[in-house]
């Protein structure tokens, strides 16, 4: 580490004690970013990463709500608005009992590139509660979106800050925000996204993240002249991502042989089939259940609890496969978890997830040059598909899924040769992660520049 990434995180970890997340964020940035810094002094100069990684604007605020059963609640909801230099601030909303400042500071940065990496115009943010949608009816669910939306609404719009869903949101909590907001503004407009396909929003946004993932891990394999089809995947989560991932997955070919939630993981040798896939839908969609239903549904299927016998290792991650797609939540990949996919021949990992490798789990994978692409890359479809349902609610018009669907790809093409590009120019090529880091910083700095010391 240089003595400038040095200096900055000592800075970073005094003023943002406790948010480990972000310390986190900041560190794997900063290093990529150093041969940039070194050759270009004027960033230096201008304190471009400095003022990066300070949110432009930080909100915290009170949600209170009342049960089907008359008691009250408190939670916290933040929104983080991270950066804005090249658009108006984008990035999810999560609802999890987890959500602190600290993790989406850290969503947040990381946004800063994804974003930058789509080519559209978006900035970056992130927003969420401490919240826990699990167990709640929807009538719960709905008054406590319209009590965060109560406070939430002050600070967006169509051109200031557009929120789309993230772990714990969905097309439920997206309609009941959206429908708050329209009543608060009394205006129809483009200020979520993931909307309802009725309602405005863009064919393919529920399945852009997951699908866009596996064109991503596609270009990979291509450039060494592989496919996924006969691979054997293993895929992590059974949200909104990991479906998709999984759908598409099936498409090519793929064996996909495990997927999880927070309960357990299943493991079924005989692979995922479009019968099963849409089983699974029902079940965490509709009657929000847990998978250990899916094994008593398939014999072949086996469910290993979440509890893994006192094991500091997920047994998802120790079975023999080619590729391994995290689609669930944060550091679910741990040192061993990642000498496991070694060991079991896994040679591509693909992040579905935002930050699901711990530090060290991404080290060694980058060590040992396995095909490795960090979620800011990898998952950016998500973020796209949302940036052309803002393109298309500004023109009053909709695509097709066949245009948003091309439109995916060449995105998820173009971030795939940026970042080989960027990293192959910094001296070290093939490294997907450094590449990202510096193909998105180069645009976000360059209008940083631009608009002066603000
Ligand atoms: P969902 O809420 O739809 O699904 C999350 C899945 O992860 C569920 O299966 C959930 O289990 C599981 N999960 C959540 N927390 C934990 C935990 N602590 N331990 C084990 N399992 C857990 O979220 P998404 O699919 O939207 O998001 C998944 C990941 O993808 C997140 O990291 C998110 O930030 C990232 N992402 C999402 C995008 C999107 O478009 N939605 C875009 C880019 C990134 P259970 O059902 O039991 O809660």
């Not at 896939?277 to 299927?301: D, M, Q, T, V």
């Not at 290792?313 to 496991?340: G, S």
């Not at 998952?379 to 609610?393: I, K, T, Y």
Request: net charge neutral.
């Amino acid at each position: 580490m240089s003595s400038y990434v040095q200096k900055l995180m000592a800075e970073v970890k005094s003023k943002n004690a406790a948010e480990q997340e972000f310390h986190e964020a900041v560190k794997n940035v900063a290093e990529s970013l150093d041969p940039v810094l070194e050759r270009y002094p004027q960033y230096r100069q201008a304190m471009v990463l400095e003022r990066i990684v300070e949110p432009e604007r930080t909100i915290t605020f009170r949600i209170s709500w009342v049960d089907d059963a008359g008691r009250t609640h408190v939670n916290r909801g933040y929104r983080v608005q991270m950066n804005g230099a090249i658009g108006p601030y984008k990035g999810g909303l999560r609802f999890h009992p987890s959500v602190n400042l600290g993790i989406l500071k850290g969503l947040a940065l990381e946004q800063i590139f994804k974003n930058s990496l789509t080519t559209l115009p978006m900035g970056a943010g992130y927003g969420g509660a401490d919240f826990d949608p699990k167990g709640k009816s929807d009538r719960e669910v709905m008054r406590f979106c319209q009590s965060y939306m109560n406070e939430l609404f002050r600070y967006i719009g169509p051109n200031t800050d557009i929120p789309d869903g993230d772990i714990g949101v969905g097309g439920r909590e997206i309609g009941y925000l959206f429908g708050q907001y329209r009543k608060l503004a009394n205006e129809f407009a483009g200020v979520l996204t993931g909307k309802g396909l009725n309602w405005s929003g863009s064919l393919m946004r529920s399945e852009a993240t997951g699908y866009g993932v596996v064109y991503f891990a596609t270009e990979m394999l291509a450039a060494r002249g592989e496919t996924l089809n006969g691979k054997t995947c293993l895929v992590s989560g059974s949200g909104k991502v990991a479906q998709s991932a999984i759908e598409k997955l099936i498409e090519l070919g793929a064996t996909v042989v495990t997927f999880s939630d927070s309960s357990g993981c299943v493991y079924d040798p005989n692979g995922m089939d479009h019968d099963k896939l849409e089983w699974l839908k029902g079940l965490k969609n509709l009657r929000r259940g847990h998978i250990r239903e899916f094994a008593e549904k398939y014999p072949s299927a086996e469910y290993i609890s979440a509890e893994f016998g006192g094991l500091d290792e997920n047994p998802l991650w120790a079975r023999k496969a080619d590729c391994a797609f995290p689609c669930a939540t944060q550091h679910e990949i741990n040192r061993t978890d990642a000498e496991n996919l070694l060991r079991n021949g896994v040679m591509l990992v693909c992040e579905g997830a935002n930050m699901p490798l711990t530090p060290d789990a991404m080290k060694l994978l980058t060590d040992r040059r396995i095909l490795y692409a960090p979620g800011k890359a990898a998952n950016a479809g998500g973020v796209a598909v949302s940036g052309l349902e803002m393109a298309q609610n500004s023109m009053r018009y909709a695509w097709t899924r066949e245009e948003v669907d091309s439109r995916l790809k060449i995105i998820m093409k173009g971030i795939h040769k940026a970042c080989l590009d960027a990293a192959a120019e910094f001296g070290t090529p093939g490294n997907v992660a450094n590449g990202a880091n510096i193909a998105g910083f180069m645009k976000v700095a360059g209008a940083m520049m631009d608009q002066g010391v603000i």
